[in-house]
């Protein structure tokens, strides 16, 4: 059976979407870059599988942020995912506090979640819900219910033994273009959404995708769709960290090689280092930078 793969699936006569997508390799990759305490590592396993059935939902290319701030113990948390289905994450807190509450809602403080999603080619957009419900899952149906107006279930789960760590989710949706899209019980939603409701964890975590779709769908009429595999891969590059420094003033940088050596710029997901010294300055202000792929990583 293979995890890391997000499955979608259409209710014909119900309009209404699913997806189910479960994380394993892609999820310890996350939680290897860093020393999370389990409850971080719990919130990243859950924002990575929201992050990818969210990105499942995108009709364009593009990536979608998942970003939650507060002025609590954890600050901020964000996983963002392209429509390839590759996610990166990362998450910062209170390190001194010596144990973090183990409650989603004592973790955040004025807590909102923003979702940012920016198409390849095309504007911005940004949404915004307060971190208000007692689990990260109620936020983003709450979300949705707020910013769209369409009715959404959504489950997440994560799971972590001595050998290894699973994220799982769940996500029903009423089709945006479905002409009875606030009328939840006239399109079998809540129908749909208890039956999902009845999943239990062993069985999401250990059973084989179609086993879980059979048993929570057996009696109604479920088009599936050939599965993607979700990775965890950061985009960042020595190129694209050259082109950030390319909008800073040339005496500017070169001060900072002066005084520090070298511009050394970290990846704020997955902390990997770039060093530019004097001559890579000079040539990505000649732009001739990008040519120069004898120092990539
Ligand atoms: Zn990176």
């Given at each position: 059976m293979s995890f890391d793969q997000l499955h979608r699936y259409l209710?014909?006569?119900a309009h209404v979407r699913g997806e189910l997508v479960r994380l394993e390799s892609s999820y310890q990759s996350i939680l290897d870059s860093y020393a999370y305490p389990p409850v971080i590592q719990q919130l990243l396993g859950e924002l990575m599988a929201a992050t990818s059935m969210l990105t499942a939902t995108l009709k364009f290319e593009g990536d979608i942020a998942l970003q939650l701030q507060s002025d609590g113990p954890v600050n901020y948390a964000v996983v963002n995912g392209t429509h390839h289905q590759q996610l990166r994450g990362v998450a910062r807190w209170d390190e001194s506090l010596a144990e973090l509450p183990s409650d989603f809602s004592q973790l955040f403080q004025k807590g909102v979640l923003v979702i940012t999603i920016t198409p390849t080619d095309g504007e911005r957009y940004q949404g915004m819900v307060a971190l208000d419900k007692p689990t990260l899952a109620e936020c983003i149906e709450?979300?949705?219910?707020?910013?769209?107006q369409l009715a959404t279930k959504v489950i997440l789960r994560t799971q972590q033994t001595a050998n290894?760590?699973?994220?799982?989710?769940m996500f029903l949706q009423i089709l945006p273009t479905s002409s009875q899209a606030t009328d939840t019980a006239d399109t079998g939603f809540e129908h749909l959404a208890s039956l999902t409701d009845t999943i239990k964890n062993e069985e999401l975590f250990n059973l084989p995708a179609e086993d879980i779709l059979y048993r929570?769908?057996?009696?109604?009429?479920?088009?599936?769709?050939?599965?993607a595999d979700v990775i965890f891969k950061c985009t960042c590059s020595r190129e694209r960290s050259a082109n950030a420094l390319a909008a800073v003033e040339k005496s500017e940088l070169l001060d900072i090689v002066a005084t520090e050596g070298a511009i050394k710029m970290?990846?704020?997901?997955?902390?990997t280092e770039y060093r530019f010294d004097e001559i890579d300055v000079h040539s990505i202000h000649a732009g001739t930078f990008a040519m120069d792929t004898s120092q990539n990583q």
């Open positions: 209710f014909n006569q709450s979300y949705f219910q707020q910013s769209e290894n760590a699973k994220a799982c989710g929570l769908y057996h009696q109604e009429e479920i088009e599936v769709y050939a599965p970290n990846c704020q997901y997955c902390h």
